[in-house]
């Protein structure tokens, strides 16, 4: 099928990434922005910029039938959605279906599936990929009681329909389940519309690993490594790397195989991403969810890989057979990220918008940075803080490191506080170095030394 125009239903980086990957394909970009937005690099970058509504998400990026509707006015035969926003939402895929738009992404069918948890794990069990100890969807707080006694504290409550660290809650004990099972529905509620939360056993030494996968619309299905997210804060990621420091060779290939497993059963097509715990304590792993998207971190696995996700992503959705198998795929050298946000770190993070007055970023050969902020760029208060994402390469993982350390002592913004400081201090403690860390090793371990430094 030839590929014409491409609607961009998306912004910040993610919208240059795709702008980018259109313009190297010979596509057509039409960029779907905000009012707050029509002076952004995606709108300075793309072949058409159309607004679709004031700066409020709900009635801008939100908005899945003024998305579609803009597609079909600006003759597009695709939309991209990026991540975050209507990524996930499987109500945007099919009106794509019924408008005749192709959607670059998975089916709806899948969408819902996977967007639920509970059916998330429902089918890992019926593909024999390994969960944690945990209940079915729960809305009574008593019966919930009685699982985490079963299972023993301490246990860790999540929203069913969502992630992102929302309707998320760590139990200790008996005494305080309700009063945090009551808070995490709530929140559930209001972030997702359903207040139903599920039990599990809490690991308290656990890395955050992922596996990369592509799948056409043929059948075949293919890994790209794994990607280590063990670097969090609130359960946001801060750093992510490709491939996992010290995760055993045996470990690794159990993973990768129960992901691809896991896509294949449920016949999952284009980019995707599983999520899986690992318990260091019985090195063992845990099903988590799949995010039916790209993800933040995939520049790490590019980097290692040599394959452009996004292109690839877009091949894929116009009916392209993937032009590679499992044994082609070959890991080059170490990779990692850094999230760099508008965040006053000594204000417990909190988002700093305004305008960027000198914006310079390292362009040194071992340094990728995507990006979509430049000098005058106003930031607003309506959406993450997200500016830019740093990425070093090396040859081996120290290298990648010192790498990592010239870039951001090089990476130069002013008119917003940024979070380079804390990145900075971050990377420098030995845990790091020799990747000995959790997913609770930052709020446990590195703020309160960060904070004793700072202040």
Same mark, same amino acid.
């Given at each position: 099928?030839?590929?014409?125009?491409?609607?961009?239903? #998306?912004? *910040?980086?993610?919208?240059?990434?795709?702008?980018?990957?259109?313009?190297?394909?010979?596509?057509?970009?039409?960029?779907?922005?905000?009012?707050?937005?029509?002076?952004?690099?995606?709108?300075?970058?793309?072949?058409? @910029?159309?607004?679709?509504?004031?700066?409020?998400?709900?009635?801008?990026?939100?908005?899945?039938?003024?998305?579609?509707?803009?597609?079909?006015?600006?003759?597009?035969?695709?939309? %991209?959605?990026?991540?975050?926003?209507?990524?996930?939402?499987?109500?945007?895929?099919?009106?794509?279906?019924?408008?005749?738009?192709?959607?670059?992404?998975?089916?709806?069918?899948?969408?819902?599936?996977?967007?639920?948890?509970?059916?998330?794990?429902?089918?890992?069990?019926?593909?024999?990929?390994?969960?944690?100890?945990?209940?079915?969807?729960?809305?009574?707080?008593?019966? *919930?009681?009685?699982?985490?006694?079963?299972?023993?504290?301490?246990?860790?409550?999540?929203?069913?329909?969502?992630?992102?660290?929302?309707?998320?809650?760590?139990?200790?004990?008996?005494?305080? !389940?309700?009063?945090?099972?009551?808070?995490?529905?709530?929140?559930?509620?209001?972030?997702?519309?359903?207040?139903?939360?599920?039990?599990?056993?809490?690991?308290?030494?656990?890395? %955050?690993?992922?596996?990369?996968?592509?799948?056409?619309?043929?059948?075949?299905?293919? %890994?790209?490594?794994?990607?280590?997210?063990?670097?969090?804060?609130?359960?946001?990621?801060?750093?992510?790397?490709?491939?996992?420091?010290?995760?055993?060779?045996?470990?690794?290939?159990?993973?990768?195989?129960?992901?691809?497993?896991?896509?294949? *059963?449920?016949?999952? #097509?284009?980019? *995707?991403?599983?999520?899986?715990?690992?318990?260091?304590?019985?090195?063992?792993?845990?099903?988590?969810?799949?995010?039916?998207?790209?993800?933040?971190? %995939?520049?790490?696995?590019?980097?290692?890989?040599?394959?452009?996700?996004?292109?690839?992503?877009?091949?894929?959705?116009?009916?392209?057979?993937?032009?590679?198998?499992?044994?082609?795929?070959?890991?080059?050298?170490?990779?990692?990220?850094?999230?760099?946000?508008?965040?006053?770190?000594?204000?417990?993070?909190?988002? @700093?918008?305004?305008?960027?007055?000198?914006?310079?970023?390292?362009?040194?050969?071992?340094?990728?940075?995507?990006?979509?902020?430049?000098?005058?760029?106003?930031?607003?208060? !309506?959406?993450?803080?997200?500016?830019?994402?740093?990425?070093?390469?090396?040859?081996?993982?120290?290298?990648?490191?010192?790498?990592?350390?010239?870039?951001?002592?090089?990476?130069?913004?002013?008119?917003?506080?940024?979070?380079?400081? !804390?990145?900075?201090?971050?990377?420098?403690?030995?845990?790091?170095?020799?990747?000995?860390?959790?997913?609770?090793?930052?709020?446990? @371990?590195?703020?309160?030394?960060?904070?004793?430094?700072?202040?």
């Amino acid at each position: 099928m030839k590929k014409n125009r491409i609607l961009v239903a #998306n912004r *910040g980086e993610i919208a240059v990434r795709i702008i980018k990957a259109c313009k190297e394909l010979g596509i057509e970009s039409v960029l779907a922005c905000s009012e707050a937005d029509k002076e952004s690099m995606g709108a300075k970058r793309a072949d058409k @910029t159309v607004i679709i509504g004031p700066p409020q998400p709900d009635k801008s990026y939100l908005d899945i039938s003024k998305i579609v509707n803009t597609a079909v006015e600006n003759g597009c035969d695709a939309i %991209h959605p990026g991540y975050g926003f209507l990524a996930e939402n499987p109500d945007l895929p099919s009106l794509c279906e019924e408008k005749g738009i192709i959607f670059i992404g998975p089916r709806p069918q899948t969408m819902r599936q996977m967007g639920d948890k509970i059916s998330a794990r429902k089918a890992a069990v019926e593909l024999n990929v390994p969960i944690n100890e945990g209940s079915k969807g729960l809305t009574d707080s008593k019966e *919930g009681e009685a699982i985490a006694e079963k299972i023993g504290y301490p246990v860790i409550l999540k929203a069913a329909a969502g992630g992102g660290g929302r309707g998320m809650r760590i139990v200790q004990g008996k005494n305080n !389940f309700k009063s945090e099972f009551d808070m995490a529905s709530a929140e559930a509620q209001k972030a997702f519309g359903v207040p139903t939360l599920f039990v599990e056993r809490y690991l308290q030494n656990a890395r %955050h690993v992922e596996v990369q996968v592509l799948g056409d619309n043929y059948g075949k299905l293919i %890994h790209l490594g794994l990607r280590d997210c063990s670097s969090q804060r609130r359960y946001q990621k801060v750093i992510e790397e490709a491939l996992p420091y010290n995760l055993p060779a045996e470990l690794t290939d159990r993973i990768s195989e129960a992901a691809v497993s896991l896509c294949q *059963g449920i016949n999952y #097509n284009n980019a *995707g991403t599983v999520e899986f715990l690992v318990d260091k304590d019985r090195n063992e792993f845990y099903f988590m969810e799949v995010n039916s998207r790209i993800q933040v971190e %995939h520049p790490v696995t590019e980097e290692i890989t040599g394959i452009d996700l996004v292109k690839e992503q877009i091949r894929i959705a116009y009916g392209d057979p993937l032009p590679i198998d499992q044994e082609d795929i070959e890991f080059k050298g170490h990779a990692i990220e850094c999230r760099i946000t508008a965040e006053n770190t000594k204000d417990d993070f909190m988002p @700093t918008p305004g305008r960027i007055k000198n914006f310079y970023v390292p362009n040194e050969t071992y340094v990728r940075v995507d990006t979509h902020c430049y000098e005058g760029y106003l930031i607003t208060p !309506f959406y993450d803080s997200l500016l830019a994402k740093v990425i070093t390469i090396g040859d081996t993982r120290d290298e990648a490191l010192e790498n990592m350390r010239k870039a951001l002592s090089s990476f130069e913004v002013s008119g917003v506080e940024t979070n380079i400081p !804390f990145l900075q201090f971050l990377i420098n403690q030995p845990e790091f170095g020799t990747g000995d860390i959790t997913i609770k090793w930052i709020e446990d @371990t590195v703020l309160t030394k960060f904070l004793e430094v700072i202040n």
